[in-house]
């Protein structure tokens, strides 16, 4: 089983920054494609980034050149700096991963349990 933790979010106002990060840990052979999503209230989940396994990475247009998604695959971790935050990016963010636990085993979707990010004056 792979367990996703996420940390960074918290409080912050318009045109502030953060950074967010997700670890996975457990019985980890491989981790391909890593993403961010949110949800705020009332919405559904949407796709804010994603990296793959070599680097290749994709954003949501309302986040272009504000957020940037990096990976460190040693330390199995992904992370998502925000800068020039608005009010509407309050969200929960997920942390979304697809890992095998064996070199035969099957690719598995694992999602963290998200962290709040909130942007008022």
């Known amino acids: 089983q792979v367990q996703l933790v996420e940390s960074g979010g918290g409080l912050v106002q318009p045109g502030g920054s953060l950074r967010l990060s997700c670890t996975a840990s457990?019985?980890?052979?491989?981790?391909?494609?890593m993403a961010w999503y949110r949800q705020a209230p009332g919405k559904q989940r949407e796709l804010v980034a994603l990296?793959?396994?070599?680097?290749?990475?994709n954003y949501a247009d309302s986040v272009k050149d504000r957020f940037t998604i990096s990976r460190d695959n040693a330390k199995k971790t992904v992370y998502l700096q925000m800068s020039s935050l608005k009010p509407a990016d309050t969200a929960v963010y997920y942390c979304?991963?697809?890992?095998?636990?064996?070199?035969?085993?099957?690719?598995?979707?694992?999602w963290g349990q998200g962290t709040q990010v909130t942007v008022s004056a």
């Open positions: 457990g019985r980890i052979f491989s981790i391909g494609t």
């Open positions: 990296i793959s396994s070599v680097g290749m990475t």
């Open positions: 979304n991963a697809g890992a095998r636990a064996t070199l035969i085993g099957l690719l598995q979707d694992y």
